[in-house]
């Protein structure tokens, strides 16, 4: 099938090349001439795994890459929106980078056959009614244009395993046409066709394969999305909440999730106590979906919670780490992690940059290693030098006072902690996202400060304090 896709951002490229992978023609468009110039060189615009191979495979073939959305939308049966609809300072998702670019189809779409509209970008319940209108405003019969909502679930860090192998395609249409145009799309997937080609994309081990197919109601599917992550959103927060209990009770979280998702209706999947969610979905889809139920008179509170749990989460470690180490002002801290999680250049809503912004307000120096999003992180920093970035992890803990590990990077996990002491100053770990066993920890002598479970003294100096204590 020839397809365009408008938007070639986290979701639109990796959709496109995904398409392509599948055997669909993909034109994708960006209005960003920077980014196409790059893509059609062959660089690299955002870290994500096997991104890379798909892109070398199919560039300059199946996938193509332009500026111009009328090179795109005049040959294609199917025109994706991938465009983002960031939160707007009432909390309501903006959707105008939807409106303009439906203005610019609605242009093109006139006279050149009818044409299945489908919206990727996450957006209220209510938005294809809207875009409808918005298309018959700017003189497309609505003979002419089909309308499909097919919300995206692919994550940061695994998207293009997600958009290959989803636990679900959701194809939200009220016209038999198009559901039965995305339908063909998505065959490859649904019938487990490419699942079974010798060149496809391994197959995570806990993914499902061929993928189910959901039809509804645009705005089913509209909702399916937004209270997805709302969900997810929420399990974060509730788990957050119980570590806080858990730290006041003596209990330890990361044990208890074990109990708790050793029950099949639970699981243990973001059931993670940390420094709280962020990333570019999170924050907004939660907020969005707050401001839906407002609007329309419906009570869900709830939601405010989620919020406001998440932010107490950082307050709380930042707290934590002012009084770990007595004051904050002229310390040199380094830090591990800038990206929201592991995985991604990605630092959109970043809780880490968050975080870092707060310590270098409190007069702290830092100096900071991420594995892919240092040059993300960098544009967000004044440049006045109280921020540092180093070529490695170990590089970070070089003489610093304390070190805090913010991201949870895989590549986190099998550090040489023993030659991280060594770098730094004072032996103290603040891990903001539990990555490691506090046992271990107090083995190799730090001082260890985790979310929701007991804080860790190296043997030598518990043994210390509790001769003192007997003195006294
Ligand atoms: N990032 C994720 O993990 C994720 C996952 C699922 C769904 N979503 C949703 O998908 C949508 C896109 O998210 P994203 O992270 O890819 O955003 P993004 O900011 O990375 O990409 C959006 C792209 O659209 C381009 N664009 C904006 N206006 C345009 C126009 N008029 N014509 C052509 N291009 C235009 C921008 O230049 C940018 O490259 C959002 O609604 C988001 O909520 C995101």
């Not at 979310?451 to 190296?458: F, L, S, W, Y």
Request: charged letters at 25%; a negative charge.
């Amino acid at each position: 099938m020839n397809i365009a896709m408008i938007g070639s951002g986290y979701v639109g490229l990796v959709a496109a090349a995904c398409l392509a992978e599948i055997g669909h023609n993909v034109i994708c468009v960006d209005n960003d001439a920077r980014k196409i110039e790059a893509l059609s060189a062959g660089s690299e615009v955002i870290h994500e795994e096997f991104l890379p191979e798909l892109l070398a495979r199919h560039r300059g073939r199946r996938l193509k890459f332009t500026t111009s959305l009328h090179h795109a939308v005049r040959p294609s049966e199917i025109v994706f929106i991938a465009v983002g609809t960031p939160p707007c300072e009432s909390g309501e998702a903006d959707v105008s980078f939807i409106e303009n670019v439906c203005r610019d189809i609605a242009a093109e779409i006139n006279g050149h056959g009818p044409k299945t509209l489908v919206v990727k970008s996450t957006v209220p319940a209510g938005t294809s009614d809207w875009i409808r209108s918005v298309l018959v405003r700017n003189g497309v019969p609505a003979s002419n244009f089909e309308l499909a909502s097919n919300p995206e679930f692919l994550r940061e860090g695994s998207a293009v395993t997600d958009f290959l192998y989803p636990d679900r395609i959701v194809i939200g249409s009220s016209s038999a046409t198009g559901t039965e145009l995305l339908r063909r799309a998505y065959l490859p997937l649904t019938s487990g066709s490419y699942h079974g080609c010798v060149s496809r994309v391994p197959q995570p081990d806990d993914s499902c394969s061929p993928a189910k197919l959901i039809v509804t109601k645009p705005a089913t599917a509209e909702m399916i999305k937004h209270a997805s992550n709302a969900f997810l959103a929420m399990k974060v927060s509730f788990i957050n909440a119980v570590a806080n209990v858990c730290e006041a009770v003596g209990a330890d979280v990361e044990e208890l999730v074990q109990g708790m998702g050793s029950d099949r209706r639970i699981g243990t999947r973001f059931l993670k106590a940390g420094i709280g969610y962020g990333g570019s979905c999170f924050p907004k889809d939660v907020s969005a979906l707050r401001a839906v139920a407002e609007d329309r008179g419906c009570d869900f509170q709830l939601l405010d919670e989620v919020m406001r749990i998440n932010e107490n989460q950082r307050k709380a470690f930042l707290h934590r780490v002012r009084d770990a180490l007595g004051n904050l002002k002229g310390k040199r801290l380094a830090v591990l992690g800038l990206a929201f999680k592991g995985g991604t250049d990605d630092v959109r809503e970043s809780p880490a940059i968050a975080l870092v912004q707060s310590l270098l307000h409190e007069g702290c120096t830092i100096q900071a290693y991420d594995p892919a999003a240092m040059e993300r992180a960098r544009e967000e920093f004044a440049p006045n030098g109280k921020i540092t970035f180093a070529s490695s992890a170990y590089e970070t803990a070089r003489n610093a006072d304390a070190l805090l590990v913010l991201t949870d990077w895989e590549e986190f996990l099998t550090l040489d902690f023993a030659r991280i002491r060594s770098l730094l100053r004072q032996p103290i770990l603040f891990d903001g996202r539990n990555l490691y066993n506090p046992d271990r920890m107090q083995d190799l002598g730090y001082f260890y400060f985790s979310v929701g479970r007991r804080e860790i003294a190296p043997l030598q100096a518990k043994a210390a304090e509790a001769s003192s204590e007997d003195a006294a």
